[in-house]
């Protein structure tokens, strides 16, 4: 009948680890009659993978990239001296790796992952092999601390004067400021500003947003995409009108930390965007550069929650402008901006830690990071991103619904 139990357990389980601690847990299993086994190895593994294809002509052509960062295995039952049979009854064959400390966060996305494991196999004569794998989240600790351009202000100025088929006269003006460029999911881009309009049309809607800009690499060649991580919006500005922005939040949901640091073949970056939308003509953009991290700015902590939560899930939101009155008669209607590529509430089914986690009075990080404050985690904003695109052989198919999680912070503000 084989074995009626064939589970690994990560004890104690973590929502992440970081490089350089350990990864504990045992196989469990139980047969109720004598199995044939030659032996069962648990291996511990770390790899990134990058796939995509773009047609040429009638032809399509497949680029591909891979990295194994660690690959580990343990014997940890061999049938040698029970010729090959193991008897009834229930086992636990316990297991401990520590991860290298020169790994990348874990990652997924629809050309793009980086993932971690721990798989066991049981290697079963005359019979399919037994296996069974768990995935793990891990976050490289990227401190802002050590990055000197995460102190900067982010500083939006700029004017340009429309004249397309929507026949704008006169400047759009756009002025933002942020206090920092350095901040960690959880945290709010408190941005502070005004856009004025100084054409004759009426301005369909402004907004301010987070975006992933994510580079994947091969030897041939590079690709780049986009993703709206965030976004905050105001309707209708009027021709003359003056759109302030005081004190507006922009929240940041949990999303890997830039860079994407030791991974070779994906980067990753993150840009703000201040935007006024004109009909289907024309759109005034400006943008800076954002750093996300893991361990926050030093100068910061006294805004945190003690009891962290899970961040908000990213989205679209409508503030209430000041100095501004929408024009809501039937000829102008606000309008929304589109939702094409915004972040849905991701798939939390298959993981221990659905929904809202549990308040922490204690890090779960290593001591040496006992000065920061607890964080919490929460699932990646765009949940499994994956939908099965890159698992093309079977030694790592069955990523299914993991959504990697990240730490994240809860300010009081």
Not at 103 to 111: D, E, G, L, V, Y
Not at 167 to 190: F, H, K, L
Not at 295 to 316: D, K, R, V
Not at 318 to 346: D, E, G, R, Y
Request: aromatic share 10%; proline share 9%.
């Amino acid at each position: 009948m084989g074995f009626s139990t064939f589970l690994v357990v990560l004890d104690p389980e973590l929502p992440v680890y970081v490089p350089g601690q350990a990864v504990n847990g045992y196989l469990k299993v139980s047969c109720h009659e004598e199995v044939s086994c030659r032996n069962i190895t648990v291996t511990i593994k770390g790899q990134s993978k990058v796939h995509w294809s773009e047609k040429s002509g009638k032809s399509r052509r497949h680029y591909r990239a891979e990295e194994l960062y660690f690959r580990h295995p343990v014997l940890v039952w061999s049938g040698e001296a029970s010729g090959n049979n193991m008897s009834p009854g229930s086992f636990k064959f316990p297991f401990s790796f520590i991860l290298p400390r020169d790994i990348p966060s874990s990652f997924m996305s629809h050309f793009g992952k980086v993932v971690y494991q721990v798989k066991a196999e049981a290697d079963l004569p005359w019979n399919f092999d037994k296996s069974h794998k768990v995935f793990f989240s891990v976050n490289f600790m990227y401190d802002l601390n050590m990055d000197p351009l995460a102190t900067i202000p982010m500083v939006i100025q700029k004017e340009d004067t429309l004249c397309c088929c929507c026949c704008a006269q006169g400047p759009i003006e756009m002025n933002m400021r942020a206090q920092r460029s350095g901040y960690v999911p959880g945290e709010n881009i408190v941005v502070n500003g005004d856009v004025v309009n100084n054409s004759s049309s009426t301005v369909e809607y402004t907004e301010i947003k987070l975006i992933q800009v994510i580079t994947y690499i091969t030897k041939s060649k590079q690709k780049q995409t986009e993703r709206t991580v965030q976004r905050v919006y105001h309707p209708l500005l009027g021709p003359g009108r003056r759109d302030e922005w005081a004190s507006v939040p922009l929240p940041i949901p949990a999303v890997p930390a830039s860079h994407l640091k030791h991974c070779n073949i994906i980067t990753i970056d993150y840009i703000f965007v201040l935007l006024a939308k004109f009909g289907t003509c024309r759109t005034m953009k400006a943008k800076v550069p954002v750093i996300l991290g893991s361990l926050p700015l030093q100068n910061t902590y006294s805004s945190f929650l003690i009891q962290p939560s899970a961040a908000e899930f990213g989205g679209t939101t409508m503030t209430i402008p000041t100095n501004h009155t929408p024009n809501h008669s039937p000829q102008h209607s606000p309008v929304v901006p589109p939702h094409s590529h915004l972040p849905s509430a991701p798939s939390l089914t298959a993981s221990p830690y659905s929904g809202d986690p549990p308040p922490y009075t204690e890090s779960f990080l290593p001591e040496e990071f006992r000065d920061v404050p607890p964080p919490s985690y929460a699932s990646c904003v765009f949940g499994t991103a994956n939908g099965g695109r890159l698992d093309d052989d079977a030694e790592d198919s069955d990523t299914g619904e993991f959504a990697p999680r990240y730490l994240t912070y809860r300010t009081q503000t």
